[in-house]
């Protein structure tokens, strides 16, 4: 999950909520029908909730190069020569350095090297000797997505 972008969203939906909180408070609460005013906090703090929560989603999605990759790159496979883990991370995974050997249908074999963060329920799929999937830019073969 990339942390830096869940902040900015939450960031700016709560900016949002603050203004939109202002306009409501500086011109409607006064014109609002009597009897009204708790049922418009309800549907402000809803929306607000609404916002948050969608925001969240769309940050937690892949940046659109790798989604991208993902869809449009040359699928290929590698085969995994050495895995060290690094340390945990937040999202109680293990970021842990790949070597591969790379196969792409149509070229050369090559060698590669990766970071990728690791579920602790998955670290037994990514033990050395192991073969997961790839997907290669064509334009720059050093730009790889796993695909396991």
Known sequence: MNHVRVVRAVAFVTAGYLVVLALWLGLFVGNSPEGTV?????????????????AMILAGRPPRADRRLARRGLEGWATITSARQLGHTV??????E??????????EPYHGRVLYEVAREDL?????GRVVG????????DRIVLCP
């Open 38 to 54: 708790p049922y418009q906090i309800m549907f402000l703090l809803a929306a607000y909730g609404s916002a948050l929560g969608i």
């Open 91 to 96: 999202d109680n995974g293990e970021l842990t």
């Open 134 to 141: 790839i997907r290669v830019d064509p334009r720059d073969r």
């Open 98 to 107: 790949l070597d591969l050997d790379l196969t792409v249908p149509g070229s």
């Open 124 to 128: 037994g799929r990514f033990e050395p």
